[in-house]
């Protein structure tokens, strides 16, 4: 019993428990937050702690606490496409180079090594520029930006299985490439692409939130984390409660995802370890 509570520090509980806070805030916005878009001027700009409004109102009269929990969903469901997506274009063409070498390895790695030679943000902000920004615009080039470096870590994770013995085994034993990718060397790498899985959705919640920072992401008046804190720049002196909040909001969700993300690992190594 005491094995399986190994590693559960309170820095984990605590990453757990604001993952599972920000997961009802985006499956259930309208249960904790109905009225978050509706606007009233009288009450335009209150300051924290006003009665009714804890974190205050914008220049509209929207509640600011409503509106953390709203733009949670264009916050998360954006960061999680793009490690989905980055992670399924990383484990095919990342299997394909590692596996068969040649020249699908020289094609696949070229791109890869020309995607993360240029500053991405820079990249994703004249992309969506010149397709015309929005949300799922954003959302497509930071996937396409993204992939090269998943499509790197599972090409030398297939390389450095595909030398071991048990590999050599399958092959002697004419299975089929796919079976042997997907039954033997997939067992042996998912761990680190999990990992990375964590990783890229906290680093998409802060690339997505950048640019709609910018006015590339959501439109103007929608619910959005990075949106807020672009909002809440004109009205930072009278109630910097948006801001703060919102950044607060940015920085410990990711922080609990990469937590989390680490303690996956950790787990499966144990797991692993018990298991030899």
Known sequence: MKE???????GVIISALILLIVLLWVLFPQLFAPNALAQDITNSSLPAGSPGHILGTDTL??????????????????PICIALGSLIIGVIFGNLAGWYGGWPD????????????????????????IIGGGYWVSVAV??????PADIRLVRASVIQQKSKPYIESAQLMRLKPFHILSRHIFPNIYRIVLVNFFLNIAYGLVSMSSLSFLGLGVGPGDADWGRQLSDGRSYLFNNPSLSIGTGLAIILTAVAINTIGSFAMEKGDQHESQGS
């Open 4 to 10: 399986k509570r190994k590693g559960l520090t309170p």
């Open 142 to 147: 930071m996937i396409i930006l993204y992939s």
């Open 61 to 78: 009269g929207r509640d600011v606490l409503s509106l953390i929990i709203a733009g949670s969903r264009s916050a998360m469901v954006g």
């Open 106 to 129: 020289r094609i696949i790695s070229a791109y890869a090594d020309l995607t993360l030679s240029m500053p991405s943000m820079l990249l994703a902000i004249a992309a969506a520029g």
